[in-house]
């Protein structure tokens, strides 16, 4: 499912990158990278810089991997396992960003990192359930449980980040068809994070 749903934003956004499976972590990796002492989390994306060379290494829950695997297709996925689905484009959404801008030599920040995985996991749903939009988006950006754990300032970003996730989102669902939400969404994913970040904050006002 993971590479349906790498695909699938792929071809949004009109890029390509390696494949996120090559770079999965289990649980054990990743208590290994961060010293046993992580909070329990749905997914992580961890990155480590050593000069010019970086390390990607992408988490999703063994259990959310388990029931997408039970799931016949992106759209069964939503229906069947919505808390799996969110966490794996999640991850995917991460990855390909993490990419794009290490191909652009270019910074990003865990906000627009956050914001932009909340709109994906909007679009990538929407785009299988075009007559479920407003369920989704209340599903997704008013319904929500923050997880346990997160520090202050995690908790200040994550709402943060459904908070412009949700202006653009209803900004995408204003335009006339999927086309133009389309080619919107492409060229604002290319847009500097400073400038991405400034129009949804516009939007949110």
Known sequence: ???????????????RAPDVQ???LDEEAVDAVLGGEARPADEWV?????GEEV?????????????????????????CCFQAFCAAVEGVSHFLMLVERA??????????LETQA????YLCASLHHPTREP???????????LAPGLSPDETERYAEAARL?????????RLPHVQAVLDRQRAFWRRSGSLRLEEMRRLAA
């Open 1 to 15: 499912m993971l590479d349906l749903i790498q695909r699938q934003l792929e071809a949004i956004y009109k890029t």
């Open 135 to 145: 369920q989704l988006r209340s599903r997704l950006f008013r319904e929500a449980a």
């Open 55 to 79: 390390d990607v290494g992408v988490y999703v829950a063994s259990r959310h991997l388990q029931a997408l695997a039970t799931a016949d297709s992106l759209a069964g996925a939503v229906d």
């Open 165 to 173: 996730a949700e202006a653009w989102c209803e900004h995408l669902d």
């Open 118 to 121: 909340e709109v994906d996991k």
């Open 22 to 24: 090559a770079f999965l």
């Open 46 to 50: 961890l990155v480590r810089q050593e």
């Open 103 to 112: 191909r652009r030599d270019e910074p990003v920040s865990l906000l627009e």
